[in-house]
C-alpha cells in the first residue's frame, strides 16, 4: 500500500506539490491523473525517495523508501525508459540492478520473457525503439516481484499489441493482490485499465474515488434528441424542467437535452404527437469529467476552444 499524508514540495517560490493526501490499495489499479505541471512526477518521485518532500510524509508498506535496504523486492517503478546506459545490453542493465539488490540471476531471463524482450537480451539498449525501452523499464519494475508497482506514462511510444500486452498485465498485477499506481494522459487507457483515480491540479488533490464515480459526477447525462419539430419540442421540454440547447448547426433538428431521462422524453413527444427521429441517451465520459473537474487547474493552454 502506498499512503501520502499531507505532502508538499516547493521549489523556490513555487509549490509543485501541495499538501497532498490519499491512499493506494493492493488489489486494485490506481490511475493518476492531472494537468501538465499538475506536480504527478514530483508526487512519484517522493514516493520512492528520489526526492526530499519540503513537508508531509510517503510510504510504501508503512515506511518511506528510503529505508528499505534493497528496495526493488518493496517497489518497482518505471518513471523514465530513457535512463538506461545505451552502452550495456538489457541483460546486463537488469543484472547490475539484481547484483545490487540481493536478487537471483534467474529473475533476469524470468522478466525478459515476460515482457517479451527474451530474443534482444544481448542486444545494446541504444538501439532499442522507445516501445522496448518501455518493456525494458517494466521488467526492471518486475525484477524483485514486488507487491508495490509504479509506472509513469508506461505505454508511450508502444505499438497497439504492446498497449493490450501493457493493459493485461496492470490488470493481472492486480488481481495478484499487488498495489499497481499508474500514471497516464491517456484516458482510454485508464478507462480500460484502472478501478481508481487519484486527481490532482496544481500540485492540489481533486479527487481520490473510484473511477465510474469520478466520470458519472463530473458530467451530467445528455439526451440527444432528433425530431422535426425541435423548436416544439424543446419549448415542452423545458416546460418540463429540462435544460434544452440545439446540437448543430441553425435550423438542426437535434436537441441535447439534460435534467429528464430519455424515458420521459419519449412519453412528452408521444403525448403531444411529434416524431422522433433519435433518441440516445449519452454516458457520462471520463475524459469530460476529466477536463471539467480540472478546467481551474490547467497551467498551459492554447488561446483555442477548449
Given at each position: 500500500?502506498?499512503?501520502?499524508?499531507?505532502l508538499?514540495?516547493?521549489?523556490?517560490?513555487?509549490?509543485?506539490?501541495?499538501?497532498?493526501?490519499?491512499?493506494?490499495?493492493?488489489?486494485?489499479?490506481?490511475?493518476?491523473?492531472?494537468?501538465?505541471?499538475?506536480?504527478k512526477?514530483?508526487?512519484?518521485?517522493?514516493?520512492l525517495?528520489?526526492?526530499?518532500?519540503?513537508?508531509?510524509?510517503a510510504t510504501?508498506?508503512?515506511?518511506?523508501?528510503?529505508?528499505?535496504?534493497?528496495?526493488?523486492?518493496?517497489?518497482?517503478?518505471?518513471l523514465?525508459?530513457?535512463?538506461?546506459?545505451?552502452?550495456?545490453?538489457?541483460?546486463?542493465?537488469?543484472c547490475?540492478?539484481?547484483?545490487?539488490?540481493?536478487?537471483?540471476?534467474?529473475?533476469?531471463?524470468?522478466?525478459?520473457?515476460?515482457?517479451?524482450?527474451?530474443?534482444?537480451?544481448?542486444?545494446?539498449?541504444?538501439?532499442?525503439?522507445?516501445?522496448?525501452?518501455?518493456?525494458?523499464?517494466?521488467?526492471?519494475?518486475?525484477?524483485?516481484?514486488?507487491?508495490?508497482?509504479?509506472?509513469?506514462?508506461p505505454?508511450?511510444?508502444?505499438?497497439p499489441?504492446?498497449?493490450?500486452?501493457?493493459?493485461?498485465?496492470?490488470r493481472?498485477?492486480?488481481?495478484?493482490?499487488?498495489?499497481?499506481?499508474?500514471?497516464?494522459?491517456?484516458?482510454s487507457?485508464?478507462?480500460?485499465?484502472?478501478?481508481?483515480?487519484?486527481?490532482?491540479?496544481?500540485?492540489?488533490?481533486?479527487?481520490?474515488?473510484?473511477?465510474?464515480?469520478?466520470?458519472?459526477r463530473?458530467?451530467?447525462?445528455?439526451?440527444?434528441?432528433?425530431?422535426?419539430?425541435?423548436?416544439?419540442?424543446?419549448?415542452?421540454?423545458?416546460?418540463?424542467?429540462?435544460?434544452?440547447?440545439?446540437?448543430?448547426?441553425?435550423?438542426?433538428?437535434?436537441?441535447?437535452?439534460?435534467?429528464?431521462?430519455?424515458?420521459?422524453?419519449?412519453?412528452?413527444?408521444?403525448?403531444?404527437?411529434?416524431?422522433?427521429?433519435?433518441?440516445?441517451?449519452?454516458?457520462?465520459?471520463?475524459?469530460?469529467?476529466?477536463?471539467?473537474?480540472?478546467?481551474?487547474s490547467?497551467?498551459?493552454?492554447?488561446?483555442?476552444?477548449?
Amino acid at each position: 500500500m502506498i499512503e501520502v499524508s499531507e505532502l508538499t514540495k516547493r521549489f523556490g517560490g513555487r509549490t509543485a506539490v501541495d499538501h497532498l493526501s490519499f491512499i493506494v490499495r493492493p488489489g486494485r489499479v490506481t490511475g493518476f491523473l492531472g494537468p501538465n505541471g499538475a506536480g504527478k512526477s514530483t508526487t512519484l518521485r517522493m514516493i520512492l525517495g528520489l526526492d526530499e518532500p519540503t513537508a508531509g510524509t510517503a510510504t510504501v508498506g508503512g515506511l518511506p523508501f528510503r529505508r528499505r535496504p534493497r528496495g526493488l523486492r518493496h517497489a518497482g517503478a518505471l518513471l523514465d525508459a530513457g535512463q538506461v546506459h545505451g552502452g550495456r545490453s538489457a541483460a546486463a542493465h537488469l543484472c547490475a540492478l539484481a547484483r545490487s539488490n540481493g536478487i537471483p540471476r534467474r529473475r533476469v531471463g524470468e522478466v525478459l520473457g515476460e515482457v517479451g524482450l527474451s530474443e534482444a537480451a544481448g542486444r545494446r539498449v541504444g538501439g532499442f525503439s522507445l516501445g522496448m525501452r518501455q518493456r525494458l523499464g517494466i521488467a526492471a519494475a518486475l525484477l524483485g516481484d514486488p507487491p508495490v508497482l509504479m509506472f509513469d506514462e508506461p505505454v508511450n511510444g508502444m505499438d497497439p499489441e504492446g498497449v493490450l500486452w501493457a493493459r493485461g498485465l496492470f490488470r493481472r498485477l492486480a488481481a495478484e493482490g499487488r498495489t499497481v499506481f499508474l500514471s497516464s494522459h491517456l484516458m482510454s487507457e485508464m478507462e480500460n485499465t484502472a478501478d481508481d483515480l487519484v486527481v490532482i491540479g496544481r500540485g492540489r488533490l481533486v479527487a481520490a474515488e473510484p473511477l465510474a464515480d469520478f466520470a458519472a459526477r463530473g458530467t451530467r447525462r445528455t439526451v440527444v434528441v432528433g425530431t422535426p419539430r425541435a423548436a416544439e419540442l424543446a419549448a415542452l421540454l423545458t416546460a418540463a424542467g429540462a435544460s434544452v440547447e440545439t446540437a448543430g448547426p441553425p435550423g438542426a433538428r437535434k436537441l441535447d437535452v439534460t435534467g429528464l431521462p430519455a424515458e420521459r422524453i419519449g412519453a412528452i413527444a408521444f403525448d403531444n404527437r411529434i416524431r422522433i427521429e433519435e433518441l440516445t441517451a449519452r454516458t457520462p465520459s471520463l475524459e469530460d469529467a476529466f477536463m471539467q473537474l480540472t478546467a481551474d487547474s490547467v497551467e498551459y493552454t492554447t488561446g483555442g476552444p477548449r
